[in-house]
């Protein structure tokens, strides 16, 4: 058996030799941290991939919207879930990786899903998004580092002039961890308010507003617009349907698209599959999670914040898409 290493992490294609046997492929899928609609998507992709290509091997690893590109990028894992404004900035090596270009990130496709910041109150907490920054003794709940939820809470920080430190000393509690951490805590009353991104409906956020009575609060249209054009992110609503428990109208906010990233170090054959059994299975795709109903093969390429891996890039061709 050859085994080829590539990077610091766990890529490892092997090939099992002798006449009449299939070829064993063994890659590595970075999804979303645990409880998040990322780990349900990649997990869900990771089994249709498996049960159509007999000898790939997927094995998915928890991550985040800002760590991923780095991983992927550094040969740590093959395949991982990404978002169009993180993607382009590492790259090109600017904003968070200023310095650090991410050259042989590449495309597989986009949008697998939209992801919407949700910012989440419960009933007795009066503060809004845009008046709650000013405020003291405030008990917040937002994921760890490296994911693009609490990316996202640095850049409204940092919008209003505030620091994790600030807050702090302004008697801010803040929970940090992964979706089913927070949901918990936002249930039992450890925090008041919720900062997170996920695919809709998410799961923890249905929790959530079932659990304790709250109420999905609009982003202000001037941090928004702010948002959108520093950063790339786009400007959205939930629709009224979304989360019945904790809304009654369109709730404005913005959004990021999932793209599916990988290095151009992978071979051409393993992408090829990846975007074959996914378009194939276009269908089947929300039946992973709702939100997956935003794919679309043909156009899953029309914009592209990276270069497209030529494997993927094969497949598009040979269907017309690009």
Not at 53 to 59: A, F, H, Y
Not at 174 to 191: P, R, T
Not at 195 to 221: Q, Y
Request: glycine share 10%; proline share 5%; with cysteine.
């Amino acid at each position: 058996m050859r085994m080829i290493t590539r990077g610091l992490g766990a890529f490892a294609l092997a090939a099992t030799l002798g006449v009449g046997t299939a070829q064993a492929q063994t890659i590595e899928f970075v999804a979303g941290q645990l409880g998040g609609g990322w780990y349900v998507m990649s997990t869900g992709m990771a089994k249709m991939m498996q049960d159509k290509n007999p000898g790939l091997t997927v094995k998915v690893v928890p991550g985040g919207g800002t760590a991923n590109p780095t991983k992927v990028e550094r040969g740590d894992s093959q395949l991982g879930m990404g978002l169009d404004i993180f993607a382009k900035a590492a790259h090109d090596g600017t904003g968070i990786y200023e310095g650090k270009p991410h050259k042989k990130l590449r495309m597989v496709g986009q949008s697998f899903s939209d992801n919407y910041l949700h910012f989440l109150r419960a009933a007795n907490a009066p503060e809004k998004l845009d008046t709650i920054m000013s405020k003291k003794d405030i008990k917040i709940g937002v994921t760890k580092a490296g994911s693009s939820d609490e990316m996202t809470y640095r850049f409204v920080m940092e919008h209003y002039g505030q620091s994790y430190d600030k807050l702090r000393g302004n008697g801010w509690k803040i929970v940090q961890g992964d979706y089913n951490e927070l949901a918990s805590a936002f249930k039992d009353g450890q925090v008041d308010y919720m900062f997170i991104v996920l695919g809709i409906p998410g799961a923890a956020v249905i929790d959530m507003s079932k659990g304790r009575k709250s109420e999905l609060m609009p982003w202000p249209t001037e941090l928004s617009s702010a948002l959108s054009k520093k950063y790339g992110y786009s400007v959205g609503a939930f629709p009224k349907t979304t989360y019945p428990d904790a809304q009654t109208a369109d709730v404005p906010t913005i959004i990021m698209a999932t793209t599916l990233m990988t290095s151009s170090d992978v071979p051409d054959d393993v992408i090829y599959k990846t975007i074959k059994t996914l378009c194939e299975g276009q269908a089947d795709l929300p039946k992973i999670h709702a939100s997956m109903d935003a794919f679309n093969c043909k156009t899953a390429v029309k914009t592209q914040p990276i270069p497209v891996h030529p494997g993927a890039a094969k497949y598009y061709k040979e269907k017309g898409y690009m």
